[in-house]
């Protein structure tokens, strides 16, 4: 019998009072139970609008039928036909602004759970399959992908896929990208990670770590001396942005980049960590997006006592995801919307003791389509904190494009790209953040994939 109900069924979790003090993650899944309910509700369209809202286009009606059977592994072999990461997408996409919000179901009541039905089927899958991909039959061509983020994974393994001979190049000491030092344990497990990543290495792909693309060897070399036939550029988007106010070269003061780079990676909330963060006690997170929910998140669990998140608009501009509005406010962090910083005031040895901020009010709408927020005369005010840390944003690292010849780049350093990845120069392709600036993981996933089919063509052209 279809369920009807106009809500989706929950996602269990940990109390907020309690999830708060540790790095856990906070969701806990479906059971076999509830998912089996849940996928009931699909309405199995026709026209599958879910599908065209999915950027690297799971058959979602197809993988929830198999749920609603039970039939647990074939949901997830179809699910991993056109997705690499099923596990971490489960978690992270942004299913309600993307297949969950073409889903009929959403239009008297709730879409139907595609992102937890999703989650499920790749974790039931890694606790219960011990077989891993089989790889491709060799086809004798070389690919090198620099960058070991969504982008970059999601090309490795769909050029592996195809028989391509594919090396995936990672500038840090641990591969995942922004899935590994970016985004938190308690809302991406490492584990998980690690464990698509290996998939990945089960289909040949090679990865090659410590090797910074543009320092210890460059693109042109790739194409050179060491024979690959085309290259993927998925590097992201790892230089932080700063307001350039007085006081942000204080010691207390992080980039979310460094600071969550320093919790996720190094591992800072250990109590052995060989590199550690400081364990302030009011922390201010300057900025409105997923990575400012994160670091606020991160410092809370770190131990401060108050932690807010300052925001230049109103809450309706927030462009985090509405959950993770949500989980944070259930966590205690505090908004200060309409609120800008002017000046971070310096303390004790060069310590942050406060940072003086006006309030705002909107106006028009600017370029974004948001209204612009504007300064309000004579609301100047100091917010007690020990930490700053800016999380306004990030662009491209100009290493691979001062080292890479007749590649060209816009203004603020991404690179250009056409819809099929193809950049200035031939055979070199890129997509995600080194082209977009910051975006989510699906985005990514799905530029990569378009990639490593338009490599696959040009390759085969070639012969």
């Not at 907020?16 to 856990?24: A, H, L, Q, V, Y």
């Not at 816009?410 to 082209?435: F, H, M, N, P």
Request: aromatic residues 6%; negative net charge; glycine residues 10%.
């Amino acid at each position: 019998m279809p369920n009807m109900s106009l809500k989706k069924n929950p996602m269990p979790s940990q109390a907020p009072d309690i999830r708060n003090k540790n790095f856990s993650e906070v969701a806990l899944g479906y059971s076999a139970e509830t998912a089996i309910d849940e996928a009931k509700r699909c309405l199995h369209c026709k026209n599958m609008p879910c599908v065209g809202g999915c950027p690297v286009k799971i058959r979602i009606p197809e993988f929830i039928a198999k749920v609603a059977e039970g039939a647990f592994e074939e949901a997830y072999q179809i699910i991993q036909q056109t997705s690499s990461l099923p596990a971490v997408c489960g978690r992270v996409c942004p299913q309600e602004t993307q297949c969950e919000a073409k889903c009929v179901r959403g239009i008297k009541g709730e879409p139907v759970g595609i992102g937890r039905l999703e989650r499920f089927v790749a974790d039931w899958h890694n606790a219960h399959s011990c077989d891993l991909p089989v790889k491709a039959e060799p086809n004798g061509h070389k690919v090198a992908v620099v960058g070991s983020g969504p982008a970059g994974l999601t090309c490795a393994g769909d050029l592996a896929k195809r028989g391509y001979d594919v090396t995936v190049f990672e500038a840090l000491h641990l591969a995942g990208g922004v899935l590994e030092y970016g985004i938190p344990e308690f809302r991406l497990p490492k584990s998980i990670v690690q464990k698509e990543i290996d998939n990945l290495k089960a289909l040949g792909v090679k990865l090659e770590t410590n090797m910074v693309v543009g320092k210890v060897l460059s693109v042109d070399e790739l194409m050179g001396e060491y024979g690959f036939e085309a290259v993927f550029i998925g590097s992201g988007a790892g230089l932080p942005r700063f307001m350039n106010i007085p006081g942000e070269n204080l010691k207390s003061v992080y980039s979310a980049n460094e600071f969550l780079t320093r919790v996720n990676l190094m591992k800072a909330y250990k109590e052995d960590s060989r590199t550690p963060v400081l364990h302030s006690k009011r922390v201010a997170v300057v900025g409105g997006g997923n990575v400012a929910m994160d670091a606020a998140r991160s410092a809370k669990r770190l131990g401060a006592d108050e932690v807010y998140i300052v925001y230049r608009r109103s809450e309706k501009e927030l462009p985090a995801r509405a959950e993770e509005v949500e989980h944070a406010k259930e966590e205690g962090i505090i908004f200060k919307f309409l609120t800008n910083p002017t000046a971070i005031l310096e303390g004790e040895n060069g310590m942050v003791r406060g940072m003086t901020c006006i309030e705002m009010e909107l106006g028009e709408p600017d370029a974004s389509g948001r209204r612009r927020p504007v300064e309000k005369p004579g609301s100047e005010f100091t917010l007690d904190c020990d930490c700053v840390i800016m999380a306004l944003g990030t662009s491209p690292n100009p290493l691979i494009k001062n080292t890479t010849k007749g590649l060209e780049t816009q203004k603020w350093g991404g690179i250009i790209a056409d819809e099929k990845g193809l950049t200035s120069r031939e055979g070199v392709y890129a997509g995600g953040d080194a082209v977009t600036g910051a975006a989510t993981v699906i985005l990514a996933m799905g530029a990569g994939k378009t990639a490593a089919e338009a490599i696959d063509e040009y390759i085969s052209s070639k012969q």
